[in-house]
């Protein structure tokens, strides 16, 4: 079974600061790792995913990752945050899967971003 | 750029009544998945759907729910009859292979009064 930890469902930075959303998780197998955020009334948006190769991926809007598999973890940050950021974004975790079979999304319980001036 | 679309936007019902929510997946994709998230809570996964069949499902997805292709674009999620514990949004999701990333529809909330 997959898991996923955020910590902190409630995160508030200044306009400019370094945004940190830490996702922690668990996997019995080599996992899939995604960040997806979400709008209020919207959808959810893939932010960026790690599959395989480079542990550092970057993403929509000046995100990045790190899947760091000794740590079990895969933290998003942004350097500077705007007040566009605000939004829920969510962690997610999937198996590698195989071919002809569907990977589910377990997803962590989200953390909501506030970006003050 | 291809998107999941989702309808109704929105959807009241009564408690006991059958609702049937709809989506169009992205054309090219293979694997389609029914998501709710219940306020305030998580995303948590139902169904998912390949190959004109079930692929798993949670707990979740017991015998008041049913998915279907009834087309060639469609895929539906029905709730044959309806409680108050089903309002939520409900996502839908396709993806082009069963382990690539999902892409989301904007969600349909439904409400059971």
């Known amino acids: 079974a997959q898991s996923v930890t955020q910590l902190g469902s409630h995160v508030s930075v200044s306009e400019g600061a370094l945004v940190l959303l830490r996702c922690n998780y668990s996997?019995?197998?080599?996992?899939?790792l995604f960040w997806y955020v979400q709008y209020p009334n919207q959808g959810l948006q893939l932010l960026l995913k790690?599959?395989?190769?480079?542990?550092l991926v970057k993403g929509i809007n000046g995100f990045e990752a790190e899947f760091k598999k000794s740590e079990t973890s895969f933290h998003l940050t942004k350097p500077s945050a705007h007040m566009s950021d605000a939004a829920e974004y969510f962690c997610?975790?999937?198996?590698?899967?195989?071919?002809?079979?569907?990977?589910?999304?377990?997803f962590g319980t989200g953390t909501r971003l506030q970006v003050t001036l | 750029e291809p998107e999941v679309t989702q309808t109704p936007s929105h959807q009241v019902t009564q408690m006991g009544q059958e609702v049937i929510l709809r989506c169009v997946p992205i054309?090219?994709?293979?694997?389609f998945y029914w998501y709710r998230q219940i306020l305030g809570q998580k995303v948590e996964f139902l169904v998912s759907?390949?190959?004109?069949?079930?692929?798993?499902k949670s707990e979740i997805f017991d015998d008041q729910f049913s998915v279907e292709r009834p087309d060639g674009s469609n895929f539906t999620l029905k709730i044959r009859s309806t409680k108050l514990e089903d309002s939520a949004m409900y996502f839908c999701?396709?993806?082009?292979?069963?382990?690539?990333?999902?892409?989301f529809g904007q969600g349909t909330r439904l409400t059971v009064v």
């Open positions: 999701a396709s993806s082009v292979q069963g382990h690539t990333e999902a892409f």
């Open positions: 996997s019995s197998v080599p996992p899939y």
């Open positions: 790690y599959t395989t190769g480079a542990t």
């Open positions: 997610a975790v999937s198996d590698s899967g195989l071919t002809g079979t569907a990977s589910k999304l377990t």
């Open positions: 054309s090219n994709h293979l694997y």
């Open positions: 759907f390949y190959n004109n069949e079930i692929s798993e």
